[in-house]
């Protein structure tokens, strides 16, 4: 059987990194993306030491019932970020999404 994953809209080349399970087996995906411009380190980001591709960008995104990260927002916060999706897949009683068993 195959899965299809769906990620949310980040900056650049976004991807699940890890995904969690929900009471009702839908899939919760901690999605990293880039971003280029670092408008999430504002505060300590050095346009000359960028990283390959930008600076990195976390958020979860529920494919059972599609709840996310307040606003869709991402966050440099990785265990943070982590740790919601975690408790977000323990309360979710969302059942996979059809699309998701092709
Ligand atoms: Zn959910």
């Known amino acids: ?3 299809t994953i769906t990620t949310v809209a980040l900056p650049q ?3 699940p990194i890890a995904h969690f399970v929900t009471l009702g087996g839908a899939l919760v995906a ?3 993306g880039f971003d280029p411009d670092a408008h999430l380190y504002s505060v300590r980001a050095n346009p000359k030491h960028a990283p390959a591709g930008g600076w990195p960008v ?3 995104h529920c494919l059972g019932c599609w709840a996310a990260r ?3 927002t ?3 916060d990785l265990a943070a970020i ?7 897949a323990g ?3 969302a059942v996979p999404q059809p699309d998701q068993h092709r």
């Open 74 to 76: 991402p966050s440099t």
């Open 82 to 88: 982590r740790v919601a999706a975690n408790d977000h």
């Open 30 to 32: 901690l999605v990293q």
């Open 13 to 15: 080349a976004a991807g």
């Open 91 to 93: 309360t979710c009683r």
């Open 58 to 60: 976390y958020t979860w």
């Open 1 to 3: 059987m195959q899965s």
């Open 70 to 72: 307040s606003g869709d």
